[in-house]
């Protein structure tokens, strides 16, 4: 089975955009037009992606330069997203510390093979949930040190260090940051059919080979979404993977 470009794709895509903005416009949520642009850019983005990785996929040095490249601009988005550009070699120390792991063991294992059509759907799609993992973990950790600014003061007065009042701060919150990877991981196969499954099915593959690669997608991405987090908040209670105004606020 394939999804063929072509109007019936034109006329869906069509139809579930129109859904959404009729939400956002009887919802009364902010910015209606946002998943209109947010589809556009979709659309010019993947047909870009379509055409590069075409060119390139035949080629393992020009696919990993491709990665690499999604992996920068993966950086570039968590770090904007949290509101600390100026932060971004510790962004992608935090990010490479879970992703490089797991990109190891499924080469060690030659679970994957060092193909670029193997590494980059896998990589990508672990590369791109490792964003999302350390995005929540900043946006939960400096949103607890803005608003717990005097709980941060009260700690560095009972003589604990500026890393020791930032954990007691932000520890709590890093498991909110994993639970939705987790509940992904839960419900596979039983709330949801998850994209690799879906790939590997529309691409002509039996279900057992679908369910392989999605397992390995899955926990994957839960490592490197728990290594990137423990790194990420290492490097908080360092005063390093910070916004400006909280860097000023938590001198010590």
């Known amino acids: 089975m394939t999804i063929d470009p072509g109007i019936p794709v034109v006329l869906a895509v069509l139809l579930l955009l129109g859904v959404t903005v009729g939400g956002y416009v009887v919802g009364r949520l902010p910015d209606p037009a946002s998943p209109a642009l947010a589809a556009a850019r979709a659309v010019g983005q993947l047909g870009v992606a379509a055409v590069v990785i075409t060119a390139v996929v035949r080629s393992l040095l020009l696919s990993v330069l491709l990665l690499c490249v999604m992996f920068g601009v993966a950086v570039l988005t968590t770090t904007g997203r949290v509101d600390a550009r100026g932060a971004w070699p510790w962004a992608t120390t935090a990010m490479l510390a879970g992703l ?15 193909t670029g059509l193997a590494l980059i759907p896998v990589v990508g799609i672990i590369a791109g949930n490792t964003m999302n993992g350390h995005t929540l973990v900043c946006r939960r950790a400096f949103s ?37 990877g987790l509940d992904q991981v839960r419900t596979a196969g039983v709330v949801t059919l998850p994209g690799a499954f879906v790939g590997v099915l529309l691409g002509g593959g039996t279900p057992a080979q679908a369910a392989a690669a999605q397992v390995l997608v899955l926990v994957g991405i839960m490592a490197a979404q728990t290594v990137t987090a423990t790194v990420a908040e290492r490097l908080i209670g360092r005063a390093l993977l910070l916004p400006d105004d909280l860097r000023a606020a938590l001198r010590p």
Request: cysteine-free; charged content about 20%; glycine content about 4%.
């Open 100 to 114: 490089l792991p797991v990109v190891v063991v499924v080469l060690a294992t030659r679970t994957v093979p060092p």
């Open 144 to 180: 607890a040190l803005r608003d717990e600014h005097g709980q941060y003061e009260a700690a560095l007065s009972l003589g604990l260090t500026r890393a020791q009042a930032v954990e007691e701060i932000v520890h709590r919150r890093v498991p909110e940051a994993l639970v939705p």
